[in-house]
């Protein structure tokens, strides 16, 4: 099991960059494959980047490739979302997840963080 927790969140003007950090705690923090997901009222929850549990294998979504960078760092047991070149459409909470490599379930989740963007 893993335990998630997110910083990073805030308030930044259109164009500007954020980085959101997201601490796990878990002896297995490597075997996981972690993804940030981000969700705004009334829109369904969006999975907006994910990472292989080596690092070596990312995805994203198109409305954020390009802009977005998700890392990680096993040795320390975070995952870090670089956010640049922010846009309004950008706001939203944004949660840290983890899932089994072998499930397609995320079965882990952080409380959340608030990002806006203001235009």
């Known amino acids: 099991q893993v335990q998630l927790v997110e910083s990073g969140g805030g308030l930044v003007q259109a164009g500007g960059s954020l980085r959101l950090s997201c601490a796990a705690s878990?002896?297995?923090?490597?075997?996981?494959?972690m993804g940030w997901f981000r969700q705004t009222p009334g829109k369904e929850r969006e999975r907006v980047a994910e990472?292989?549990?080596?690092?070596?294998?990312?995805d994203y979504a198109d409305s954020v490739k390009g802009r977005f960078t998700i890392s990680r760092d096993n040795a320390k047991n975070t995952v870090a979302l670089q956010m640049n070149s922010l846009k309004p459409e950008d706001t939203a909470v944004y949660y840290c997840?983890?899932?089994?490599?072998?499930?397609?379930?995320?079965?882990?989740w952080g409380q959340g963080t608030q990002v806006t963007v203001s235009s």
């Open positions: 990472i292989s549990w080596s690092g070596t294998s990312t």
């Open positions: 878990g002896r297995t923090f490597s075997s996981y494959v």
């Open positions: 997840t983890a899932r089994e490599s072998y499930s397609a379930i995320y079965a882990y």
